[in-house]
């Protein structure tokens, strides 16, 4: 958690440092809705978007909501949590399956937020057949709103152990982004790159090459923070016809990063277990826990058993250790404190062909 506040206090301080960008419309009516797009590094937990809401928030940007079908996972500091980030997925897998109309049509964005193709990058997608993917996307953007602000990253490294290849297929997509983002704006409907990669030191930003620790989410909300208040300038206001807002607002989050008083009652939980992604010889895993109990609890332990001789080789969100083939899972700092019925998510990638083994969970 004191990590987490000093970050916030450098994102702050780069908010000072940009006084020169014009703040949005502080009496519209409707907030600009802002999507974050993306896989784990954006969802599970994506501590970035809590670094970067905060950082909006005492810069002055207040009348903003995030946005997303995905609910809120725990960071350890209050935020608005709503976004997009899917545990696994590919992009060339969303917009193959059609998944981003859905998610736009729930949601009526004004800007989005797009971090994406680590997943591609990892499965030996090309280039050319990511840029393809997000070119539809950028359409379905375009068709749920003429006016649509896109930000794309280049992405940030994709250098795990077990794919030395990875980080040269990162190079290649990040530098043909430009060219791409160039050839597909408008003046309606602008893109802007963010180079999430020019800094980043896998070593120090990562736990294991890929998903950002610490240090990495505060890089993370730096690089938005510019381009983000930018585009929240040029937004029009919106009018009294534009679509309700039916997201959450932060006051009435969930988010499991709310720091609940105790209270009298039973400390209980549960946790479920679901496969995000597959491919030959490996797989990537989520686990999700619930305080099923009606006072807050501060800690959880995750433990379940492989039956077919899986092995976890790194994970992110918590601190997991395996004996045979049972894995024994521990909140990370930020994420054990849950208030009743608020949920947090770990990750991991494992070798082998996962089941779907229960899970049993311990809160205090």
């Given at each position: 958690m004191r990590r987490l506040v000093v970050a916030i206090a450098a994102v702050v301080a780069a908010a000072a440092a940009t006084v020169f960008m014009a703040l949005p419309n502080a009496s519209a009516a409707t907030p600009v809705r802002i999507m974050p797009l993306g896989d784990s590094i954006t969802g599970n937990p994506g501590c970035w978007r809590a670094l970067l809401w905060q950082a909006l928030q005492n810069g002055g940007y207040t009348n903003i909501?995030?946005?997303?079908?995905?609910?809120?996972?725990?960071?350890g500091i209050a935020y608005d949590g709503d976004g997009e980030g899917h545990g696994g997925a590919l992009v060339t897998d969303v917009a193959n399956q059609n998944l981003l109309p859905g998610w736009l049509s729930a949601t009526h964005p004004d800007i989005v937020l797009m971090h994406f193709g680590t997943n591609d990058v990892w499965?030996?997608?090309?280039?050319?057949?990511?840029l393809a993917a997000y070119s539809k996307l950028v359409d379905q953007m375009r068709a749920s709103n003429p006016a649509m602000?896109?930000?794309?990253?280049q992405i940030i490294p994709v250098d795990p152990p077990s794919?030395?290849?990875?980080?040269a297929r990162t190079v290649a997509l990040n530098n043909a982004i430009p060219g791409w983002a160039a050839g597909r704006t408008t003046a309606a409907s602008p893109i802007t790159v963010v180079d999430q990669w020019t800094g980043w030191v896998s070593a120090t930003d990562t736990g294991d090459g890929v998903h950002p620790n610490d240090s990495g989410i505060r890089k993370m909300a730096d690089k938005w923070?510019?381009?983000?208040?930018?585009?929240?300038?040029?937004?029009?206001?919106?009018?009294?016809?534009?679509?309700?807002?039916?997201?959450?607002?932060?006051?009435?989050?969930?988010?499991?990063?709310?720091?609940p008083s105790p209270s009298n009652g039973t400390a209980t939980c549960?946790?479920?277990?679901?496969?995000?992604?597959?491919?030959?010889?490996?797989?990537?895993?989520?686990?999700?826990?619930?305080?099923?109990?009606?006072?807050a609890i501060t800690a959880w332990t995750t433990r379940f058993t492989f039956t077919a001789g899986e092995q976890v080789q790194q994970s992110w969100g918590t601190t997991l250790t395996q004996s045979g083939a049972t894995v024994?899972?521990?909140?990370?700092?930020?994420?054990?404190t849950l208030a009743p019925g608020a949920t947090a998510s770990y990750g991991f990638i494992g070798s082998g062909t996962s089941g779907t083994p229960g899970v049993i969970c311990t809160g205090s």
């Open positions: 909501d995030f946005v997303g079908t995905q609910p809120p996972q725990g960071c499965s030996n997608r090309s280039t050319d057949t990511i602000r896109i930000l794309v990253a794919c030395p290849e990875c980080a923070y510019p381009p983000l208040t930018r585009a929240l300038g040029s937004v029009p206001s919106p009018s009294a016809s534009s679509t309700p807002n039916t997201s959450p607002s932060p006051s009435r989050s969930a988010s499991p990063s709310a720091s549960t946790a479920t277990y679901k496969v995000v992604g597959q491919w030959p010889g490996g797989f990537q895993g989520e686990v999700t826990v619930r305080n099923s109990g009606s006072r024994t899972a521990v909140n990370a700092p930020w994420n054990g």
